[in-house]
C-alpha cells in the first residue's frame, strides 16, 4: 500500500514517500543480483550476505559467481559446480546488482592476484550489464583502483576490531536513517589512498572514522558503492580470524571494541542491515530498468 501524507512535503526534503498513483501502475519483477564470492570459506560468505539482503521486502533473485582462473582450496569443486557459475556462463546476461566480496590477498600487488585479469574483465563488464555494484573491503580497494587509479598502501600494523564512524554526507539516500555515529567492523593489512580519494570529483565520502579511515563511498551518480569494512560479518567471524591468526604465530592484537567482559558484543548489525537495504531500495529497485534489456543505452559509464 502507498503511504499517504497530508503534510506539505518539499521536494528537496529527504523524505521518501511513494504516491498512489505510482504504487498502482509500477511494474514489479523480482531483482536480479549477482555475487562474485572471492572469500575462501564461500558458504559462510554466502550466509552472511544472503542474511542481508534477505532483510528487506524486495524480492531478491541472487545468483553466484567464482573465478575460473583461480580454484579455491577451501570449497569443493562439487560444490562450486553445483551452486557457482564462471563469468563465461553470465557473460552475456544483465543483473540489477553486482556485490563482490573482500579476499585475503591484500600483500598482493593488484596485477600479481592471480585472478585479476578476469576480475578487470568482470568490473569492465559491469560498467554496461549491471546497473549498481556493491563492493567490499578488498574489492572496494580493487575497483578504486581499476576505475579511477587509486591505490591502497600498507598498514603499521592489521586492523581489526570494530570501530565508530561519522556520517559525512547525511542527506546522501544511502545512509538514510543512520545515527549520527555508528558502529563497523573491519579486518584488514591495507588502507586507500585518501588523499586520492579527494581528489577525485566522481567519489563523495559518506562516512568515515578517525580509526579506521574512509568506510563508505560512492561513485558514478550512486551507480558504484564502496564498503572499506565489513558489516556483513556475523558475531564471531572477527574471533574466529583472531584466534586463527594466533594460532598461526602472526603478530595479531585482540579485534578492538569487540570483547567485553570476556564475550562478544555486536554493535553494528542494524546499520549493516539499513546500508544494504538503502542501497537495493534507492539505487537498485527504484531507478533500475523493468526490462533490463535497457541497460545497454543507461549511460553507466563514469
Not at 505510482?22 to 564461500?42: E, G, H, S, Y
Request: hydrophobic share 35%; glycine share 6%; net charge negative.
Amino acid at each position: 500500500m502507498p503511504v499517504k501524507v497530508t503534510y506539505p512535503v518539499d521536494a528537496n526534503s529527504s523524505f521518501f514517500f511513494m504516491d498512489e498513483e505510482r504504487a498502482r501502475t509500477q511494474d514489479i519483477r523480482p531483482l536480479k543480483v549477482l555475487i562474485l564470492n572471492l572469500m575462501p570459506n564461500k558458504s559462510v560468505t554466502e550466509q552472511q550476505l544472503l542474511r542481508l539482503l534477505g532483510n528487506t521486502a524486495l524480492q531478491v533473485e541472487v545468483s553466484f559467481l567464482t573465478t575460473a582462473t583461480y580454484q579455491s582450496k577451501n570449497t569443493p569443486k562439487s560444490y562450486l559446480k553445483t551452486f557457482y557459475q564462471t563469468f563465461d556462463q553470465i557473460r552475456n546476461s544483465r543483473y540489477d546488482a553486482l556485490m563482490i566480496t573482500g579476499s585475503p590477498v591484500e600483500h598482493m600487488a593488484f596485477e600479481d592476484v592471480a585472478y585479476w585479469a578476469e576480475l578487470v574483465e568482470i568490473l569492465d563488464w559491469a560498467n554496461e550489464n549491471v546497473f549498481s555494484s556493491y563492493f567490499i573491503c578488498w574489492a572496494a580497494q580493487a575497483a578504486l583502483y581499476h576505475y579511477y587509479g587509486i591505490g591502497k598502501r600498507p598498514l603499521n600494523k592489521k586492523l581489526s576490531g570494530v570501530y565508530r564512524h561519522r556520517v559525512v554526507e547525511p542527506a546522501h539516500t544511502l545512509i538514510r536513517g543512520f545515527d549520527d555515529l555508528f558502529w563497523a567492523p573491519h579486518s584488514r593489512h591495507t588502507t586507500i589512498d585518501e588523499e586520492a580519494i579527494g581528489k577525485e570529483e566522481d567519489l563523495i565520502v559518506l562516512a568515515e572514522s578517525e580509526e579506521a579511515g574512509t568506510y563508505l563511498l560512492v561513485g558514478s551518480g550512486g551507480r558504484r558503492v564502496f564498503v572499506t569494512g565489513h558489516g556483513e560479518y556475523d558475531a564471531l567471524t572477527l574471533d574466529s580470524e583472531y584466534r586463527r591468526d594466533t594460532q598461526a604465530g602472526l603478530p595479531v592484537e585482540e579485534p578492538k571494541n569487540y570483547y567485553e567482559g570476556g564475550s562478544v558484543t555486536v554493535r553494528w548489525r542494524a546499520h549493516a542491515n539499513l546500508l544494504v537495504s538503502n542501497w537495493l531500495n534507492y539505487h537498485v529497485y527504484q531507478t533500475t530498468p523493468y526490462d533490463l534489456a535497457q541497460l545497454s543505452r543507461q549511460d553507466l559509464q563514469s
